[in-house]
């Protein structure tokens, strides 16, 4: 693994315009790093996660305000490259996987159609032969049955869960450095997901890419990735290792947790959260 970090961001800032004028600040002074590595990043709707990440591949509207004191990747100053420079690395080598496929596939094309011009955008010298081969083993990867099918398909012929599978393997066919994967399991079931998830291991693991998963699944975050950000009102609140979710410090990262149920548990109502505005405080640093 790389000693220096794949993505570097500090003091992150993002803003919108208020109709009564001013600005909501939404993102309020996120800093972190990654590696060649799989951070989870967790929290309530509406703390941030989605949108500390749009940033780094610039993709949020043009009514955002942002202002970040480091907002690079690898290397590459992502606050003062030109939008050319922008678009030549998304879709390249950074990637995102969105939530909903209904809202990311384009209704009127062809599934085979919009893969294969999402796989030759980044190589054009690719044959529409070659193309389609590699559209058509993406499919299987993610276990879509009759592939050949499939690509001839529109989306509104694909289930919720099979539409996913399309966009993953759609986004992960350029093999990127930076995947962000915006709950890119919540419309599998838990086979699939468990499938999907090693696939997008082996990925990081082949590759050497960095991956950011955000995530509501405390527990998928804490088996699957090595480090978790844990975000409140638009900070981190607390960053600890994976495998040391259970021990975390942080009331509101403690809060979560408890809410979670267990087959082992009382049959007692969970708890409800108590939020405080002291929380957006940061108790470590990230």
């Known amino acids: 693994m790389s000693s220096a970090p794949l993505v570097e961001v500090e003091n992150l800032h993002i803003g919108f315009p208020r109709e009564e004028g001013g600005f909501h600040e939404a ?81 009127v094309m062809r599934i085979g159609s919009q893969m294969r011009e999402a796989i030759q955008i980044g190589d054009r010298r690719l044959s529409a032969a070659a193309a389609r081969k590699r559209v058509l083993e993406m499919l299987e990867a993610v276990h879509i049955r009759a592939p050949e099918r499939v690509v001839g398909l529109y989306p509104f012929q694909l289930s919720g869960g099979m539409g996913q599978r399309v966009m993953i393997a759609m986004m992960m066919a350029r093999e990127p450095d930076l995947l962000v994967a915006d709950e890119p399991t919540s419309a599998l079931d838990v086979t699939v997901r468990n499938q999907v998830l090693s696939i997008m291991d082996e990925l990081v693991a082949r590759r050497g890419m960095g991956l950011i998963l955000i995530s509501h699944d405390l527990r998928l975050v804490s088996r699957f990735c090595d480090r978790v950000l844990v975000m409140y009102a638009g900070r981190i609140v607390e960053a600890l290792r994976a495998d040391e979710l259970e021990r975390a410090s942080h009331p509101y990262t403690k809060g979560l947790l408890s809410c979670l149920p267990s087959i082992q548990g009382s049959s007692d109502p969970l708890p409800v959260l108590q939020r405080q505005a002291s929380w957006s405080e940061p108790t470590c640093p990230p």
């Open 27 to 107: 993102v309020k002074g996120v800093s972190f790093t990654l590696g060649r590595e799989k951070l989870g990043i967790v929290g309530e709707s509406g703390s941030g996660k989605s949108l500390s990440t749009r940033a780094l591949l610039g993709v949020l509207p043009a009514s955002a305000r942002v202002s970040a004191d480091k907002l690079r990747f690898d290397g590459i100053d992502l606050m003062r490259a030109s939008p050319r420079q922008r678009r030549m690395l998304r879709g390249g080598r950074m990637n995102m996987i969105l939530q909903d496929p209904k809202f990311s596939l384009n209704p």
